[in-house]
């Protein structure tokens, strides 16, 4: 996954194949476990195969929640009937955020670029777009590569969003991530990180973490490091990200845990249950909450 500092790309230097732009050591970046686990759980994630084989009668066809969900978090906080130049959106997988915003949110753009290290997420995406056609106005840039350096220009991005994606990169890429992020974000330009960061003071994540001690020869290839809010803050901070985007707010998400729901793959007695009943006092809930969300504070 890592790159020479200093080191930048621009979709020149990328091939166009199928809708999908891929860098010229493709055939390298394959032969990384990090890209195989993630093909791998991209010919499943979150079912959304199940476009590819529905008749056009299914009400997914209808209503496309019935296939994503409706996701939660900070998009709740976004304005409505929003434009922007350009979106970038890192880990864009088969398009669930995008979709949300741009049916139930009314976000227009004028140019969407989505990253994937996922070629099976991406070629879904795009039958997710043929179906639903969410950004309808938008010259589309799906590019298939790991995210550590974006082949963007500097200044060039109005938003950058990503959901659920910055837990599962090592610190040191993310942070390089971070920093390109803030070369290609315009001055004055908005971000949305909803639910990117897990929690290290969370109780669930500190007993599974003892677990994984147990076996150090057993490792889960996606679930890596936790931070506390101090932590995310200074590494926006230190990415520069707060020198282009100066108003942030980095809050805790509102889904508590105390308990693993699963251990090793086996589910923990009513731990969902529990979970699900916490209530913290406003003490508490950076505490008890599974994760952190980080966006500009200044959505609209």
Not at 109 to 124: F, N, T
């Amino acid at each position: 996954m890592t790159q020479l500092a200093n080191t930048k790309f621009s979709l020149n230097d990328f091939e166009l194949r199928d809708g999908i732009y891929f860098p010229s050591d493709y055939e390298q970046l394959n032969n990384t476990q990090h890209k195989k686990t993630w093909d791998a759980i991209g010919k499943t994630y979150y079912g959304s195969q199940k476009i590819e084989k529905l008749a056009d009668t299914s009400p997914i066809k209808q209503d496309y929640t019935l296939l994503t969900g409706t996701p939660g978090g900070t998009w709740n906080k976004f304005p409505l009937n929003k434009s922007v130049g350009s979106i970038l959106e890192i880990g864009s997988g088969y398009g669930r955020a995008p979709l949300h915003l741009s049916k139930a949110k009314n976000l227009r753009c004028e140019k969407y670029y989505g990253i994937d290290i996922s070629e099976p997420l991406l070629r879904r995406l795009i039958k997710v777009k043929q179906e639903y056609n969410f950004f309808p106005e938008a010259e589309f840039n799906l590019i298939c590569t790991s995210a550590e350096i974006l082949p963007l220009e500097d200044n060039s991005i109005d938003l950058v969003i990503s959901n659920c994606v910055f837990m599962h990169i090592p610190d040191a890429q993310l942070r390089s991530l971070l920093a390109d992020i803030s070369r290609v974000l315009k001055p004055g330009g908005i971000f949305v990180f909803n639910h990117s960061f897990h929690n290290k003071s969370c109780p669930s994540h500190i007993i599974h973490n003892f677990v994984r001690k147990l076996n150090p020869f057993v490792r889960n290839p996606v679930y890596l490091k936790q931070y506390s809010s101090a932590e995310i803050n200074e590494m926006l901070a230190s990415a520069g990200i707060q020198t282009k985007c100066p108003q942030y707010i980095v809050e805790p998400t509102e889904e508590y845990a105390i308990l693993p729901e699963t251990i090793k793959g086996i589910p923990v007695p009513f731990a969902k249950a529990i979970n699900r009943s916490l209530k913290p006092s406003d003490a508490l809930k950076e505490t008890l909450a599974y994760g952190f969300s980080a966006y500009s504070s200044q959505l609209d």
